[in-house]
């Protein structure tokens, strides 16, 4: 995604080969492997300025577009605005500035430099230890300084080879509320949802499912032990189904995978299969082909993303072959996409083909090609076939109408209104006698 | 935040497809004595196809 949405815009590029040599270190092969190496390197994508004596300037990694927003934060470490090289200057004067220190452990956490940024923050911690010179947003709260390191100690001390959840329990002891505790029982749940002894792991994901009963992510936790460990398994179809229950309308497919698991386990596979059967499969089909067409139908209106939206009508009429309102829509974005011969190819002769004897979709196909103002000719013959299949229908009459009128053809669209009165039920008539009075005033006839 | 931690899949895996951008061809130590000589600095993408 960095590569397609930033290294790839050409919006950049002039700013990149002004102040910048560009350069590229791939891990699969062995000179950018070394590299890897050489800077410690946890991560992909990172990118690192460095300045011609090799040293660090500063550091970004992952990326969230967009673009700009990523380039803002290049620019910042190339005008050298809080970089990495900024605080560690500082630093080196004044070791005791817990901002300094701060950021300077947030820099080094963010490349997961555990070892540093360990270090540092139980500098912060020990500056401030009651937490009141300076704070830092989590979550769109405010948390402490002292509090936020304590947090990132505890976290930190949960990767790498040797997992220690001390740190983590230290802080959920001493902190009872916010986001940040929250995110505190989540990180340590998703370690024991595979980590630690039974008994030590049940009764951390019991405190965690009891204290946050509708949160998501202690919950799977809880699940995916359960799964692991093929124990506790009524509880755990009880977490399961109350997490599937919280996000009934789009259940998460892995949260309805594992209660299919559990009750599995439990030798119970037509319950299995009623969450987790054929009706699953087919909803999450319908969901993603509905995400497909709305992707086609932004794009190719908007002329970009061309490719894809295009590989998304396909798919749309690859899954959805005789659903009309699909192929109607995938038809709408390939003539977006200045591609109609291929909307012709979905809904053309050979749809009207197919459904020669079908008055309901011969109509509705007229009617989308009339409103499109394109293939009349085409629309025109559906909609005359209908007055054949179905004469004593007057919508039939009426599709014909709507093309003639499209055509501007309107002497021949009245007669058509006149034939669907002459058939329409008294319910009918006055719709069909007022569009009568319209098309009569549109040819000046009254 | 989209990134892929060796070892630890934490996030969705990023895939950097090849660019138009110009990346310089030699060796790092090479951008670096260009990067001397043109006043600038070198901005490294750490990237893994897969």
Same mark, same amino acid.
């Given at each position: 995604?960095?590569?397609?949405?930033?290294?790839?815009?050409?919006?950049?590029?002039?700013?990149?080969?002004?102040?910048?040599?560009?350069?590229?270190?791939?891990?699969?092969?062995?000179?950018?492997?070394?590299?890897?190496?050489?800077?410690?390197?946890?991560?992909?994508?990172?990118?690192?300025?460095?300045?011609?004596?090799? #040293?660090?300037?500063?550091?970004?990694?992952?990326?969230?577009?967009?673009?700009?927003?990523?380039?803002?934060?290049?620019?910042?470490?190339?005008?050298?605005?809080?970089?990495?090289?900024? $605080? =560690?200057? /500082?630093? *080196?004067?004044?070791?005791?500035?817990?901002?300094?220190?701060?950021?300077?452990?947030?820099?080094?956490?963010?490349?997961?430099?555990?070892?540093?940024?360990?270090?540092?923050?139980?500098?912060?911690?020990?500056?401030?230890?009651?937490?009141?010179?300076?704070?830092?947003?989590?979550?769109? &709260?405010?948390?402490?300084?002292?509090?936020?390191?304590?947090?990132?100690?505890?976290?930190?001390?949960?990767?790498?080879?040797?997992?220690?959840?001390?740190?983590?329990?230290?802080?959920?002891?001493?902190?009872?509320?916010?986001?940040?505790?929250?995110?505190? @029982?989540?990180?340590?749940?998703?370690?024991?949802?595979?980590?630690? &002894?039974?008994?030590?792991?049940?009764?951390?994901?019991?405190?965690?499912?009891?204290?946050?009963?509708?949160?998501?992510?202690?919950? #799977?936790? @809880?699940?995916?032990?359960?799964? @692991?460990?093929?124990?506790?398994?009524?509880?755990?179809?009880?977490? #399961?189904?109350?997490?599937?229950?919280?996000?009934?309308?789009?259940?998460?497919?892995?949260?309805?995978?594992?209660?299919a698991d559990l009750y599995a386990l439990k030798g119970?596979?037509?319950?299995?299969?009623?969450?987790?059967?054929?009706?699953?499969?087919? +909803?999450?089909?319908?969901?993603?082909?509905?995400?497909?067409?709305?992707?086609?139908?932004?794009?190719?209106?908007?002329?970009?993303?061309?490719?894809?939206?295009?590989?998304?009508?396909?798919?749309?009429?690859?899954?959805?072959?005789?659903?009309?309102?699909?192929?109607?829509?995938?038809?709408?974005?390939?003539? =977006?996409?200045?591609?109609?011969? %291929?909307?012709?190819?979905?809904?053309?002769?050979? $749809?009207?083909?197919?459904?020669?004897?079908?008055?309901?979709?011969?109509?509705?196909?007229?009617?989308?090609? *009339?409103?499109?103002?394109?293939?009349?000719? +085409?629309?025109?013959?559906?909609?005359?076939?209908? &007055?054949? /299949?179905?004469?004593?229908?007057?919508?039939?009459?009426?599709?014909?109408?709507?093309?003639?009128?499209?055509l501007k053809k309107l002497d021949d669209a009245i007669?058509?209104?006149?034939?669907?009165?002459?058939?329409?039920?008294?319910?009918?008539?006055?719709? @069909?006698?007022?569009?009568?009075?319209?098309?009569? %005033?549109?040819?000046?006839?009254? | 935040?989209?990134?892929?931690?060796?070892?630890? *899949?934490?996030?969705?895996?990023?895939?950097?497809?090849?660019? =138009?951008?110009?990346?310089?061809?030699?060796?790092?130590?090479?951008?670096?004595?260009?990067?001397?000589?043109?006043?600038?600095?070198?901005?490294?993408?750490?990237?893994?196809?897969?």
């Amino acid at each position: 995604m960095l590569g397609q949405q930033y290294w790839e815009n050409k919006t950049y590029h002039g700013y990149f080969n002004s102040h910048f040599v560009m350069f590229r270190a791939d891990r699969t092969q062995k000179s950018g492997a070394d590299i890897f190496t050489k800077f410690n390197i946890m991560a992909t994508p990172t990118v690192l300025m460095l300045d011609p004596d090799g #040293s660090e300037v500063d550091w970004h990694v992952g990326y969230d577009p967009p673009a700009e927003k990523f380039h803002a934060q290049i620019d910042k470490s190339f005008k050298g605005i809080d970089t990495y090289k900024y $605080y =560690a200057e /500082l630093y *080196a004067k004044n070791p005791k500035d817990i901002k300094t220190v701060f950021s300077l452990a947030r820099k080094f956490d963010d490349r997961y430099n555990q070892e540093k940024a360990t270090a540092l923050y139980k500098e912060v911690i020990a500056l401030d230890p009651e937490g009141k010179l300076g704070t830092t947003d989590f979550k769109k &709260t405010k948390v402490s300084n002292t509090q936020y390191a304590e947090f990132q100690i505890g976290s930190l001390a949960l990767f790498g080879m040797k997992v220690d959840v001390g740190p983590m329990k230290a802080f959920l002891a001493k902190y009872h509320d916010g986001e940040i505790v929250k995110a505190g @029982y989540q990180r340590l749940a998703s370690y024991y949802s595979r980590g630690g &002894t039974q008994e030590e792991s049940m009764k951390f994901l019991d405190e965690a499912v009891a204290k946050y009963p509708d949160d998501l992510s202690v919950n #799977s936790a @809880y699940v995916r032990k359960v799964i @692991y460990t093929k124990e506790n398994v009524d509880k755990g179809i009880e977490r #399961s189904e109350h997490i599937n229950d919280l996000a009934m309308y789009n259940p998460d497919p892995s949260n309805v995978k594992d209660l299919a698991d559990l009750y599995a386990l439990k030798g119970q596979l037509t319950k299995a299969d009623s969450v987790y059967g054929k009706d699953f499969i087919d +909803g999450r089909v319908s969901m993603f082909v509905r995400s497909a067409l709305q992707y086609a139908t932004f794009w190719s209106s908007r002329n970009m993303n061309t490719e894809s939206a295009l590989a998304m009508a396909d798919l749309v009429v690859k899954l959805k072959p005789e659903d009309d309102y699909y192929l109607r829509q995938a038809a709408q974005a390939y003539s =977006a996409l200045k591609n109609p011969d %291929k909307a012709l190819e979905v809904y053309g002769p050979k $749809y009207v083909e197919k459904y020669a004897t079908d008055a309901n979709r011969l109509m509705g196909y007229s009617a989308f090609w *009339a409103e499109q103002g394109k293939n009349l000719d +085409g629309a025109l013959m559906a909609a005359k076939k209908t &007055t054949e /299949l179905a004469p004593t229908n007057p919508r039939s009459w009426n599709a014909v109408a709507v093309v003639y009128q499209k055509l501007k053809k309107l002497d021949d669209a009245i007669k058509m209104i006149e034939k669907a009165i002459e058939v329409a039920d008294e319910n009918q008539k006055s719709f @069909y006698k007022n569009k009568l009075e319209i098309l009569k %005033k549109q040819a000046g006839v009254i | 935040m989209k990134r892929q931690l060796f070892g630890i *899949a934490v996030l969705m895996a990023v895939v950097s497809t090849a660019s =138009a951008q110009n990346w310089f061809k030699g060796s790092l130590d090479e951008a670096l004595a260009k990067a001397k000589t043109e006043n600038k600095k070198v901005l490294v993408d750490f990237f893994s196809p897969t």
